[in-house]
C-alpha cells in the first residue's frame, strides 16, 4: 500500500513581510506566537520538496520531471530506507539556482519540517524531533536563526540581507518550537520575505539549469 500524500501547506507572510503579493495569504495577528517559544530559520530559495519512504514530489504532487530534481531524487534513494512510513519530510530543493546564487550550500537538500500523517490527528513534529530526525536520517537542516520566547523585535532582527550560504537572504520562517496539529500550520508557521524577491519575468524552471555551490566546492 503506497503512503499518502499531500500538499505541502503555504506559508502566509507575517504582517510586515514586505515581499507579499497580492495573492499571498498573510497573517492578521501574531496572537498565536506571544507567548510561546519559537524557532526562526532562515528562509532558503529552492524548491519546496516533500520526501517519503516511497517516495517524493516538488510543492505540488503531481509535479513533473525537471532536470534540477534528478540529484534529489538519487539524494532521496540513499536515505529512504531511514525516513518513516506515514511521515513527510519536508525541506528545499537547492540544486538549482532561482534568483539567489547560493555559493556555500552544506547540501543541496535541506531539511525544514516533518509532518507525522499516517494518523487520526495528523501533526507537525516539534522542532527538537525534527533536529532527531535531522540527525538519525543523516541529512541537513535549515540555519537556526533564533529560538527563545517570541520577541518581535529579535524576530525582526534575524533578516541582515546576507544568508549563511554565501548569498543574498531571501528571508526568515518562524515557527512554534512546539509541535501543533497540521491543520493549525497556518496560524503556527509564518515567513518574511524581502521586497523583490522575484527579480526576473521568466520562472527558475523555464531557463537553463544553473547549479548552486557547496560548500565544498568553494574550498
Known sequence: MSELRVKFPRIPHLPWSPGRTSDDLALEAIDRFVGREVVVTEKVDGECS???RDGLHARSID????P?????KA?????KHNLHYGFQYCGENLYAKHSIEYKALSSYFLLFGVHQLEMHAPGVLSWDSTLSEVQRIGVDVVPTLYRGPWNERAVMACYTGQSRFGGDQEGYVVRLADEFPLPEFATSVAKFVRADHV????HW????????RLAKEAL
Open 63 to 66: 509535479s513533473k520531471a525537471h
Open 199 to 202: 527579480q526576473t519575468d521568466d
Open 205 to 212: 524552471s523555464l531557463k537553463k539549469v544553473v547549479p548552486n
Open 50 to 52: 516533500a520526501l517519503y
Open 68 to 72: 534540477s530534481r534528478s540529484w534529489l
Open 75 to 79: 539524494f532521496h534513494a540513499q536515505i
